[in-house]
């Protein structure tokens, strides 16, 4: 019967599937940072419709929020690789998980900075407004700049989670890191490219886990 070591660490199984998991790998991080990127910014768009559009959009923008932060990622997910192609909108395995993991992380976001930018006195805006600046510097130089100290610790935070949903992808048959293992692992019979992939998320991730407990800990001393 073999051991434990032979089973889940076979270091000979690793030789094989690694190139498989580092392309994996590529796959995974590429996929974070398009989601991170383009989900954040949509995010802070759709903050400030909500704290300052006409009241239309105010409307939309919390429905987008609401729906989004209600819904699972994988629900998403499926919908719009396997539902959208029955309306003619046919996407690739990236395209949707981008999409997918980008409208939930949108919403988290608008969230995050819109608790951002209503901790700031009222005060400060109505001083700019007195000296005339236009609106937009006021949310550009005044506004954004306190909301991000605010809200980049929770952002940070979130922007991991969702690092981590990226294996979530696998489902529509995206190679990130979670498929190649899948896929090594039933190619070898064995266990232990999945014990590889966990060891990849810990080493690409824990810095950035350790980046958010940095962040925290620099917020609350600049509170204090």
């Not at 239309?56 to 499926?78: N, Q, S």
């Not at 100290?149 to 940070?156: E, K």
């Not at 294996?167 to 266990?191: C, I, W, Y």
């Not at 407990?213 to 509170?223: D, G, H, I, T």
Request: charged share 15%.
């Amino acid at each position: 019967m073999p051991g434990f070591v032979e089973t889940f660490l076979n270091a000979e199984v690793f030789v094989r599937i690694f190139p498989m998991l580092l392309r994996g790998v590529g796959n995974t991080i590429l996929l974070a940072l398009t989601t991170i990127t383009l989900g954040g910014l949509a995010g802070v768009l759709i903050c400030l419709a909500r704290l300052y559009g006409p009241r239309p959009v105010r409307m939309l923008a919390v429905l987008h929020v609401d729906v989004f932060r209600a819904l699972p990622i994988l629900v998403v997910l499926v919908l719009i690789y396997y539902a959208l192609p029955f309306v003619g909108i046919r996407l690739n395995a990236f395209t949707s998980a981008t999409l997918a993991l980008g409208l939930v992380f949108s919403a988290f976001t608008a969230e995050v900075f819109r608790a951002g930018i209503q901790s700031i006195p009222d005060g400060q805006t109505e001083a700019a407004k007195a000296l005339g600046m236009p609106f937009w510097a006021i949310i550009y130089k005044i506004i954004l700049p306190q909301a991000f100290r605010v809200a980049i610790p929770p952002h940070t935070s979130n922007s991991v989670a969702i690092a981590k949903d990226t294996s979530l992808a696998s489902v529509v048959a995206m190679p990130d890191l979670l498929k190649q293992a899948t896929d090594a692992q039933a190619l070898t019979a064995n266990p232990t490219p999945l014990i590889a992939a966990a060891i990849m998320y810990l080493i690409v991730l824990w810095p950035a886990v350790r980046l958010v407990s940095y962040l925290e800990e620099r917020f609350r001393a600049v509170k204090r």
